[in-house]
């Protein structure tokens, strides 16, 4: 590798929307369409806040919903929400781009004898499905998500690897913020990020690196 950044952890953990995939705006729409019933403004202002609390949980975003619809909770239209939007991921996934770098720095990186996880937002079941399908699976030996909190899924890496240092490689506040909770160096990649100019300056702030994408870390001529 170029940088010797990644060579000082034993763990490296990583987002997947936005640092492996590149997917972050295809999902933002797809909250909304999963919510097309609705009035266009009800519809826009849950996508606005979506975009800002990227890499919260969907299950906790579409039970929020009902607050932005002024109406009470209702289970079947929760999950109808649910259905409609994992139904559109499915598709989201399967045709999106890896992000440039990616396949060359876990080759690397696990050539190199790190343990590498992923801790996401994005449904675990889901993901690990995905990850399999894309031919990334291989590279993980834990692939981490919702309906758990992405801290929750970063403190079990964290106790399956007592003692060894670990970093984070986010792209939004909730990756930063769950980076300093758990007491681990953070990385920020910014280039498909839907977040906040607000964010991102807090995040570029916080973060112990910032990179454009993975190839970063390569001997790119």
């Known amino acids: 590798m170029k940088s010797s950044t990644l060579n000082y ?6 987002d997947c929307d936005g ?6 705006q295809l ?15 009800v519809v826009e202002r849950f996508v606005n806040y979506c975009k800002e609390s990227f890499g919260v949980s969907r299950y906790v975003k579409f039970e929020e919903f009902f607050n932005f619809a002024e109406e009470p909770f209702q289970e079947e239209k929760y999950k109808s929400f649910l ?11 399967k045709n999106a781009e890896i992000t440039p770098g990616c396949v060359n720095l876990l080759t690397e990186l696990s050539n190199y004898g790190k343990e590498l996880y992923v801790a996401s937002g994005s449904d675990e ?22 309906p758990k909190t992405k801290l929750e899924c970063t403190n079990e890496i964290l106790e399956r690897n007592p003692g060894k240092k670990a970093v984070f490689i986010g792209d939004a506040l909730s990756d930063m913020k769950t980076a300093k ?5 953070y990385i920020y990649m910014p280039q498909y990020s839907v977040q906040t100019k607000s964010q991102d300056f807090i995040c570029r702030k916080e973060a112990k690196l910032v990179i454009n994408t993975l190839e970063h870390f390569l001997d790119v001529s």
């Open 181 to 185: 909770e758990v007491g681990i160096d």
């Open 83 to 93: 259905n409609n939007y994992a139904m559109t991921c499915v598709q989201i996934y």
């Open 27 to 41: 999902k933002s729409e797809a909250f909304g369409k999963a919510v097309d019933s609705y009035p266009s403004e």
């Open 125 to 146: 079941k889901e993901l690990n499905q995905v990850f399999i399908d894309r031919r990334l699976s291989k590279f993980f030996k834990g692939i981490f998500g919702s």
């Open 9 to 14: 952890y034993d763990v490296i953990i990583f």
């Open 19 to 24: 640092v492996l995939i590149d997917v972050n």
